[in-house]
């Protein structure tokens, strides 16, 4: 009988010797009874299952995992948390990067293939093929982070143990040393008095740029070690900080360390991974972006991204310093704004009384301005680039056109926060029944985390500042969170319903991103990983070990993933969780609860 069929019969007799003893052979068929879902999960030579014996030595082989069949689920209660897939797990070695390692951001062997660097090309990502199965090492004396709100002022420097900044933005009051710790004074690069008097500055100057109310969402743009972010949310604002992986170092994974939201991004030659009309603000204080190069793209992107009627502020030297650099770079700033038809609501340029200088844009919120000599202004964006989900797309030279409703009309501003949190989205698809779709996700989310994650669950809640939603829909799971003492990055995978604009419209934050590949962002990032049927249409795109890989990469030691799914992925996921040394919990057959420890492997 050939082997392809026994296998699929799932007959495994053939595998034993003539001189195998009965009582072993009993053993095989109670194993196969109890754990089938293994044997229909096919493994390289050097994985094996295990529910306590050591892994046997492992080939020299890479692991290669084929796509993965259906499966038969196995009830809940067969299933035995404690059976784990011995994978000889290796530590990534990489250098001076090794701890910190961002497979997407550290392909150094791709960057070196690059034509040209022109547009930061160096700095986007590039993903290695396949994905890698190496665990990044911790920092020699990791700690559990400091909690918030104490972790916005103070973080441990052994998990981040860069100091280049505090010598290099010592004058700025970015970042200090102090025994043990790193602080942040709430300084920056423009405003050396404080982040708390540059916030109630800008306020001063255009007041209606009302903080938390009907401003609620903000991007900073090479935003240092993210003080204006961190400092905005005591004014019920969020703030999306990012900046690249350049010779700043670690100022995002000092942002994430100490609670704030960020990201690693950059404004190169493709777009950000944000929907169009995202953002009720942008601002930019020095953050070292040629707006006017390459005919305006980058500016163009800020347009993009920026909500119709919502504000740009740019706090940087051509404001109010009149060298010749300066003079050119406002020079260009102005035609390119007045292309685009920003208007210049504020402009603040007396530096020496009040060491701070900015212009203040408005972005319009109808075509008015635009339908006035087309010739002087860049074309308005293909209709189809509009529905087009933001990953890995050029740069385009052209005006992103308003956002519209089904009809055509004009959407407005959202509600004032916090009613645009539960009000009906403007952006919400036409069909009759999306209303109320929306409403019941909204009523689903907020009683599953009261009723089951909040009480049923084996989870520290007082532990948990960063969060991701790694399958936001809606973003109701953030929702339900609002009152809590964290922010949820909502993750829309590029291959699932595009709900971003919905999650921005409703006062929340998040990414597009594609779960095959590794997130842009440092390791040990996250506290909660927040998982609902993430797998369920891409087992024929993902696999689920190197998935696995990314979310020990980036949760934290003592984080938590919290998966809801079916048991056919549960099955496959917790052996992977536990080879990787977590603890794993499960509750009625669809809530997976997995805790991450300290192991590393050690070489």
Known sequence: ?????????????????????????????????????????????????????????????????????????????????????????????????????????????????????KHLEHR??????????????????????????????????????????VEYKKEQNWVRKSDDYFVFPGGGTQFKNGVTAYIDFITETVPAIKWGEHIRVVLDVGCGVASFGGYLLDRDVVTMSFAPKDEHEAQIQFALERGIPATLSVIGSKKLTFPDDAYDLIHCARCRVHWEEDGGKPLLELNRILRPGGF???????????????????????????????????????????????????????????????????????????????????????????????????????????????????????????????????????????????????????????????????????????????WVMNVVPIDAQDTLSIIFERGLIGIYHDWCESLSTYPRTYDLLHSSFLFKNRKERCNIIDVAVEMDRILRPGGYLLLQDTMETIQKLNPVLRSLQWSTSLYEGQFLVGKKGFWRPKN
């Not at 007959?11 to 010797?17: A, G």
């Not at 559990?144 to 916005?152: E, G, K, L, T």
């Open 312 to 486: 740009f502020v740019w706090s940087a030297t051509p404001v109010y310093r009149n060298d010749e650099r300066d003079r050119y770079v406002w020079k260009s700033m102005v035609a390119l704004t007045q292309s685009i038809c920003w208007k210049v609501v504020a402009k603040r340029d007396n530096f020496d009384s009040t060491e701070i200088g900015l212009v203040i844009y408005q972005k319009p919120s109808s075509y008015s301005c635009y339908a006035h000599d087309r010739t002087k202004r860049p074309p308005l964006c293909d209709r189809k680039t509009k529905k087009e989900v933001s990953w890995y797309k050029p740069l385009r030279h052209c005006t992103s056109r308003l956002p519209v409703d089904s009809n055509g009309n004009l959407l407005g501003w959202p509600s004032p926060w916090p009613h645009r949190l539960r009000n009906k989205p403007q952006s919400l698809p036409a069909e009759p029944d999306a209303e109320a779709i929306f409403n019941e996700d909204t009523k689903h989310w907020a009683a599953l985390v009261s009723d089951v994650y909040f009480d049923a669950l084996a989870i520290n809640w007082a532990s948990i500042r960063n969060v991701m939603d790694m399958n936001a829909g809606y973003g109701g799971f953030a929702a339900a969170l609002n009152e809590l003492p964290l």
């Open 124 to 165: 986007e990502r590039h993903c290695p093929k396949p994905p890698p199965r190496c665990l990044v090492p911790l920092p020699k004396s990791y700690k559990v982070p400091v909690q918030w709100p104490q972790s916005r002022d103070m973080i441990w420097y052994s998990n981040v143990p860069h100091p280049k900044l």
């Open 1 to 117: 009988m050939p082997i392809s069929v026994l296998l699929s019969e799932r007959k495994y007799s053939f595998l034993c010797l003539a001189s195998i003893l009965l009582i072993s052979f009993a053993f095989l068929l109670l194993t196969y009874t109890s754990y089938p879902f293994f044997f229909a999960f096919p493994l390289p030579s050097d994985v094996h299952v295990s529910v306590s014996s050591p892994p046997p030595p492992s080939r020299s082989s890479s692991l290669q995992f084929p796509t993965e069949p259906e499966l038969e689920t196995q009830p809940a209660d067969h299933l035995d948390l404690n059976v784990s897939l011995n994978i000889r797990w290796r530590a990534c070695r990489l250098g001076s990067v090794t701890v910190d390692y961002i497979p997407c951001l550290d392909n150094s062997k791709a960057i070196k293939q690059l034509k040209s660097k």
